[in-house]
């Protein structure tokens, strides 16, 4: 039996739809913008930026969504989250749909405050998207049994209010470029998530406001700021 220094963490774990069984998280992707925020917005000529978050901040999207200290502009980013089965270096998109394991929504929660300082800076992003409770998500939907989600509804609402709306079909780069790109840069690992990008719409959130976010044939959330 190995011995260690300090008590390894537990690993981070989401449940799977219709099973017992656990999806082990192993790293977290983020997409940067994924989506026109305008309708005037031009297309893009290279793929989206990238950034990560710890498996830490992953857990299942239940009940609450802790406030988190240092900021005053906390906002919600729904997004399809892809959970990466097979792992795989250099990925040829029109194989990429082969590494994914399933699907999920997730939130990629912002202290947007603290993004806005690092943008202007040139700082790390970290501050601002690697804090606790940071990637709640839905439980894992086996891509078995879905059909691809190359389109469908994508929406958030906060106290009944649409905020976010759009459909998947809308990604400026589906699924499988992003997994290609993503293998290009670094070896993909079973485990890993994909946070896929947000729509346009994205907003600060107050205690005790109830959030509701869900992608059509994938699942919903409902979460309560505090």
Known sequence: MTEYVVPPLAPRALPVVGSTAQFPVARVFCIGRNYRWSPDEPAPREMPAWFMKPATAVEPARDALPY??????????VEL?????????DIDPGQALAHVWGYAVGLDMTRRD???VAKQSGGPWEPAKAFDHSAPCSPILPAAR???PASGAIHL????????????????????????????????????LIFTGTPAG???????????????????IALTVG
């Open 81 to 89: 989250v892809v959970a990466i089965g097979r792992g795989g270096r």
């Open 202 to 220: 994205v907003a600060p959130l107050q205690r005790g406001d109830v959030v509701r976010a869900g992608v059509a044939g994938i699942g919903d």
């Open 146 to 148: 879905c059909a691809d």
């Open 68 to 77: 988190p200290p240092g900021t005053d502009e906390f906002c919600h980013e």
């Open 157 to 192: 609402s906060v106290n009944g209010e649409t905020r976010q709306r759009a459909d998947l079909a809308d990604l400026l780069w589906p699924v499988p470029e992003l997994v290609a790109m993503l293998s290009r840069s670094v070896a993909l690992l079973p485990g890993d």
């Open 114 to 116: 603290l993004q806005r």
